[in-house]
């Protein structure tokens, strides 16, 4: 449905989970604030941080908030999609931000433009230290996915799909989102890419301090898609695809290059 003066295009749930995040959460919330989509709302769910968290938080007059022990991140984002009212879905984590004020009021017009449109990515900027690095995500479907996953930084969803998916597994304590996507997928639903840069994304947290674990993780929850020999062949043409990338950039939508507006 197009957007209609009764009908002013979808309400935007945009999610934070957090814990002890004073020291990064304004730059989130400076860049929620800043975008001229008011058709939105904050949910927030805090893991009981004691560190000004919680006061930073209210300062930004969420939609909802809850401050509460939690079984991990997923856990909180489980409560955070029961708590949202929103046809479509964004999760921003604390330390990370939206890339620019338009990126909310172009993601309404998508998703109000078409109803068949379930799942949006589009491409981040990964921040590292002492750099930053735009990706381009390779082109994923059902096909590709269990070789290749989508930042969850870079994606929307419309959030009647976790009526029919399910929420995330707690089975899987660093890729629950990942498997999130491959349930999406095998249930039929296409992930359509956006070729437009929707946030910056820190390579720090849970995932980069625990590298081995993720990728011994990643590797079981592929398994139980494909098959061994499926796996291998994938993941070498994956890593073909992305090398090939760095020399042709310019010309294939893979790969990543040095970003100059960070």
Not at 103 to 126: C, H, K, M, N, T
Not at 192 to 213: L, M, N
Not at 228 to 244: K, T
Request: neutral net charge.
């Amino acid at each position: 449905m197009a957007a209609t003066s009764e009908y002013p295009g979808p309400l935007i749930s945009v999610v934070t989970v957090c814990f002890n995040s004073a020291a990064v959460l304004p730059r989130a919330m400076a860049s929620l604030a800043a975008q001229s989509w008011q058709h939105r709302e904050w949910v927030v769910v805090d893991g009981g941080s004691t560190d000004g968290t919680q006061e930073l938080v209210r300062s930004g007059a969420p939609t909802s908030f809850v401050s509460e022990p939690d079984r991990g991140i997923y856990d909180a984002m489980n409560k955070a999609v029961a708590m949202s009212r929103g046809e479509v879905l964004y999760f921003l984590n604390s330390d990370d931000r939206l890339h620019e004020p338009e990126v909310l009021a172009e993601v309404a017009a998508r998703f109000a433009a078409d109803p068949s449109l379930q799942i949006l990515y589009g491409r981040v900027v990964v921040e590292k230290p002492g750099s930053s690095v735009l990706t381009f995500p390779r082109y994923i479907n059902r096909l590709t996915l269990p070789y290749t996953d989508p930042c969850h930084q870079a994606v929307f969803v419309r959030r009647a799909l976790f009526r029919q998916v399910g929420l995330f597994d707690l089975r899987w304590s660093t890729s629950a989102d990942y498997d999130w996507f491959l349930r999406a997928a095998r249930a039929g639903h296409q992930l359509c890419h956006w070729d437009r840069t929707v946030a910056y994304f820190s390579a720090g947290g849970a995932h980069a301090a625990h590298p081995q674990a993720l990728a011994a993780e990643r590797r079981a929850l592929r398994l139980t898609y494909v098959s061994p020999l499926a796996l291998m062949a994938g993941s070498l043409l994956s890593r073909a695809a992305h090398r090939l990338s760095r020399t042709f950039r310019n010309g294939l939508n893979v790969g990543e290059y040095r970003d100059t507006e960070a």
